[in-house]
């Protein structure tokens, strides 16, 4: 991953334009040969935004408005200081507005080939018999939202846990 001084100075001077002083003496931008099929991604604890360097081949408009739309997830956790806040909810939406992107998508539409892979393991609610399928095994107790939201007010509530099961086609039988 290397560090790109130009992007930085420029979300630098876009989070301080805002207000967010704070945020830009500590915001950081690299590019990372890692990420597949995401354009860019913020990264709260490092004060880092991550964009794919393939953004580069698609046009140097792109990557301005991938870095804007990570900077925005930024600028509004800033805002809202210590609250929880949606990842492209009211206050993200208001920041792409005052960074001149009043229409930002929440995913953006590029040309990035996605990987498909096979899930594997499969779970189902006993309350309301959903399905749910992971490529990676369940390692926790986890439990049907839809459930919990409509008989324990949305809190976890283990008579709904996901139990294991065979693939899916064998559960009509």
Known sequence: MTRDAILETYARRLAMDLGCQRLADNLKVQW??????TAG?????????????RLVAISGREVQRTLRHELAHFVAQERAGRRRIAPHGEEWRAACRDLGMPNEPRCHDLPFKRVQMTRRHFYQCRGCNTVL??????????ACLKCCRRHNGGKYDPRFRFVAVDHPETLAA
């Open 41 to 53: 991604l913020a990264c709260y604890r490092r004060r880092t935004i991550f964009l794919n360097p």
């Open 32 to 37: 990372n040969p890692r990420l597949r099929t």
């Open 133 to 142: 399928g992971r490529v990676r095994p369940v390692r926790r107790p986890i």
